[in-house]
């Protein structure tokens, strides 16, 4: 009996080691029926510079796994430098680099993996690993712990249940979770909250607009504002730039609709909005990452009038003082309300998905418990010191 070749790591170079590495999840995932395969232009767009303006302030290398010729494994390498200059009290700060796109046949490749990337982010100075991001806490942040029995909406991660333990088993720790709530939302809402509704409608200093999607760009830049303000102080926040919410805006817009987005104005100035996409994970599973040959007209057909089970709520901001008051549930709970019915009577839809939430934040948690919503989904990010 031949010994198994030992794994050896190398740093991804040219279009083939790209492509190996953009493809690599078809193989992990080839038995996992809650796996979506992600359309592998948008990874093209994710982890390449001059496509995605996260590369203006960051930098990345990626390695490949391989056991001989074959490709067992990836992982991502990377320094935000904006998140670097963050203080280290939000998470972020001087040091700290960051690891993603992990994903490994085993667990000797994952080791090893790792291994490379604290090496590479030690040769960058880097003093700590923070973990994983991919590829910055906008994207799709930490690993799925819990809810690998169902599949992910959009724009959320799904991880194989044996990566927790090969993390931990490299002495990574916990440093914050990142939770998701269930919602029916056929039901009508517990009667205090209906209550606090009511009570908004009959208040004449409140406004709760839809979007207009013909003036696109000063929506977003609204959004944007009330955003870098909200969330300002949470855990990993690291300001968005000018050109990647142009960047994201560009990809969002085709499934943005202008009732499931609303802004909430107070005496006429916008303090709060919330944002609702249609699960587009239940248009594209079926592509296979791929919109050729008939993809790309399945998908604009689904588009012009998106039937959906599940809706998700993945931003949700109210500026900083208004905060810890009532003023800001009650927004909060006027705008889900608004889109609940929206959602079910336009889009046939019967459950939304809200979050992440990160698991310190009182107030998004107290709301989603008002409301009946269940954590259905528990991403987690590890730290340690290099």
């Known amino acids: 009996m031949t010994q198994e070749r030992a794994v050896t790591i190398h740093p ?11 493809d690599l999840p078809w193989t ?43 490709v067992t494994g990836r992982i991502s390498a990377h320094i935000d430098h ?12 001087p040091g700290t680099g960051n690891w993603g796109l992990l994903e490994a046949k085993d667990q000797e490749s994952a080791t090893a993996l790792i291994q490379m990337a604290e090496q590479w982010l030690r040769e ?6 923070l973990g994983p991001l991919s590829i910055s806490i906008w994207e799709e942040p930490g690993l799925l712990i819990e809810g690998h029995d169902h599949p992910p909406t959009v724009m959320m991660g799904h991880d194989s249940a044996a990566y927790q333990p090969w993390i931990e088993a490299m002495g990574y720790s916990p440093i914050k979770q990142l939770k998701t709530y269930e919602l029916d939302i056929t039901h009508d809402f517990p009667p205090l909250i209906q209550r606090v509704i009511q009570s908004g409608e009959k208040n004449p200093r409140i406004c709760i607009r ?6 696109f760009n000063q929506e977003a830049a609204i959004i ?44 006429g100035e916008p303090v709060a909005f919330m944002m609702t996409l249609p699960d587009l994970n239940e248009a594209i599973k079926p592509l296979n990452g791929s919109l050729f040959p008939f993809g790309w007209a399945k998908l604009l057909w689904w588009l012009r009038a998106p039937k959906v089970r599940t809706m998700r709520v993945p931003l949700m901001g109210v500026v900083q003082k208004l905060q810890s008051s009532r003023m800001a549930s009650q927004l909060a709970f006027m705008m889900i309300e608004y ?12 459950r939304s998905e809200i979050g992440w939430v990160l698991d310190d934040n009182q107030g998004m948690n107290a709301i989603a418990t008002a409301i009946d919503a269940k954590i259905n989904k528990i991403y987690q990010i590890y730290d340690k010191a290099l």
Do not use: C
């Open 12 to 22: 991804v170079s040219g279009k083939a080691d790209l492509k190996a590495f953009v």
């Open 28 to 70: 992990i995932y080839a038995d996992d029926p809650n796996w979506v395969p992600p359309l592998k232009n948008e990874v093209y767009g994710l982890i390449t510079p001059g496509k995605n303006p996260w590369f203006e302030h960051g930098e990345a290398q990626y390695f490949l796994s391989r056991r001989g010729t074959e």
């Open 82 to 93: 904006l998140a670097l200059a963050m203080s280290p009290e939000q998470g972020m700060g």
């Open 124 to 129: 960058k100075g880097m003093t700590r690993a």
């Open 210 to 215: 839809k979007v207009k999607k013909a003036h």
């Open 224 to 267: 944007l504002a009330i955003l870098n303000d909200a969330w300002g102080n949470n855990w990993g926040f690291v300001p968005i730039t000018d050109s990647e919410i142009a960047f994201t805006g560009k990809k969002l817009k085709p499934i943005v609709y202008e009732d499931l987005i609303r802004i909430a104005e107070l005496d």
């Open 339 to 350: 889109i609940r019915r929206e959602a079910i009577s336009r889009y046939g839809a019967t």
